[in-house]
């Protein structure tokens, strides 16, 4: 049974269930709006490892296993792990998976890696593939910047536009089947985007590079399902930053939808605070994926949202393009959840 | 309907069908022993492109429309696209999909990724979730040695356990529903493989660190489906090498298993022959892929074959891990693939 609507969308008509899931971030995000949310803070940007790579791997596997023990399972339950992250050859979450030793399928959407492994783990929880499974994601401020900027040692100033790679993880675990039932939220579609590039070359504007991506997946979201911001309490982007979440309602407008600005919630714009002096705010694979596990998957659950549409977006560059004068190609994936009623 | 066998396999029941698939290929894999199998030659490792990193990303590109070209379709019929790639950030594959216009999940797993695409694929093909989809993946000689060892025009010589990784690229298109019915090709189940890692150490030798991985992930497969290698006519390894491949069947008769040797097929020890003094073989996401759609494939579908495991293993490193002096984790995910006679 075909169960595709339109070109880019997929239903789920079994409804996977959220069974659980965990959040971990650092000191600075801690600081923030949310910092009461989250399930843990580390206590320093080492934490207690031996360099940035090694914190950050560890934060992932913290956050799993937190997930699985807020379920009431054992590692040895989850048939699968669907997880990335930022650094080169997505060693966090490839050693990660080493340690928690469940099986691993390697994900990279850059930071809509999040969004991208809900809507392939939704689909293999729906398909009768896996029974209980986890989509997992991280980043890490310090690991993010030498990679892909400049050693902090070297103090460079940032741009108005940059924005501020959250130190991260989230795990959020699926439930197909039988054990679906009992779940408060549920995954009903996947959108899958496209990649589209406008031509932006600044890597220091990602929010801009990644916005035509988030509005081209909301439109094919709405044109496959007949559905429209009305349909939705939120619709939850991931890190766009305030320059691109203004470039996203207008680049809406463009395509004639109305928005509701109230309903754009981006996780990059809403994990910092203004005093906090991160510019465009936050970022990275670990912005989406703590901010869901802190935020809207606990709103979804208790009922206070009814029925939300969550994008994290990418920038799929990497320092060897952007050195070879490419611009910078941006992707979006698109889960809709819902809360269920007890009973319903 | 639960779909799943054992710990880590799923059987597809639909039976997705392989539509078609393309490779092409760099010169020196065309004067190996299959070079007269592959589609297409590059004329020079440039491929018309101003970088190597350019080079591979339109190898990738030009896999995937020949493929569908072969397939009799359009870009526009292919609802989906599961490709990565070795370079950081899996640029190829996402360059490569912003050129295509597919809706595009990215991959990373390593040189196992060809056949993590075709895990998910089938998956997704079997769950009604897209009829039909193109897995995709690349590797080119030039990128890889300057991200992941030195520059060439230091000439450094190479180590005896080194691997030469593969200029090729393999695409594959997989059909769901009413499409698959006419295919000679079928995917019967999938295993996904779990991150193992013996404590090898030493960047040159790749095939050690991903022999146990394929071990582990055969075991699996012959257990969750109370198969062995009787009821298989090959079982092809992605890129173990000659050394590596020796050490896979060491480590199954270790675990009790009767290797019939003839039967293990390694697309590393394969696509050069030894006058082409590439030490161990070949490796790289582009050799399993261009090897199954310049051999496999074929025998499959004119029924030569009757029924293949196939799995492709990745490093699950990067040059960050090796400088930290982490050990170098591996992984293999597995199909199998069936002949299937007209009319059956």
């Known amino acids: 049974m075909s169960k595709r609507m339109g070109a880019q969308t997929v239903s789920l008509p079994s409804r996977p269930g959220v069974l659980a899931f965990a959040s971990i971030v650092g000191q600075k995000e801690s600081e923030g709006p949310y910092g009461g949310k989250f399930d843990r803070i580390i206590e320093d940007e080492m934490n207690g490892q031996k360099s940035f790579e090694a914190a950050e791997r560890a934060m992932l596997e913290d956050a799993v296993r937190l997930c699985v023990s807020k379920a009431g399972r054992q590692l040895s339950d989850v048939q699968l792990l669907l997880a990335g992250d930022l650094l080169n050859q997505i060693i966090s979450a490839g050693f990660a998976a080493r340690s928690l030793a469940i099986p691993f399928y390697g994900l990279y959407g850059a930071c809509s890696t999040i969004s991208e492994s809900l809507s392939i783990g939704g689909m ?37 536009t940059a924005q501020w790679t959250v130190t991260g993880s989230g795990a959020v675990m699926l439930a197909g089947g039988a054990a679906a039932k009992s779940c408060a939220a549920v995954l009903t579609h996947a959108t899958c985007g496209k990649v589209l590039d406008l031509g932006i070359t600044d890597a220091n504007n990602m929010g801009a590079a990644m ?58 714009c809403e994990i910092f605070s ?16 703590s901010m869901i596990c802190a935020h809207i998957l606990p709103e979804l659950e208790a009922g206070h949202l009814n029925r939300v549409l969550f994008l994290a977006t990418g920038a799929l560059l990497s320092p060897t393009t952007t050195m070879q004068g490419e611009s910078i190609p941006g992707v979006a ?8 009623k007890a009973g319903a």
């Open 274 to 289: 203004p005093r906090q002096d991160t510019h465009s705010g936050g970022s990275g694979c670990g912005c989406a994926a």
């Open 124 to 160: 293999l929880a729906d398909g009768g593939f896996a029974d209980v499974l986890v989509c997992a994601t991280c980043s890490h401020f310090c690991t993010a910047e030498r990679q892909y900027r400049t050693p902090l040692e070297l103090g460079t100033q940032r741009t108005p």
């Open 333 to 340: 994936h698109a889960v809709a959840l819902e809360h269920r």
């Open 211 to 268: 916005a035509p991506a988030a509005c081209d997946t909301i439109a094919a979201h709405f044109a496959d399902t007949g559905r429209g911001f009305d349909d939705f309490d939120l619709v939850v982007t991931g890190d766009l930053g305030h320059l691109g979440r203004d470039l996203l309602i207008e680049l809406l407008r463009e395509k004639g939808v109305k928005v509701p600005e109230e309903k754009l919630f981006d996780c990059g």
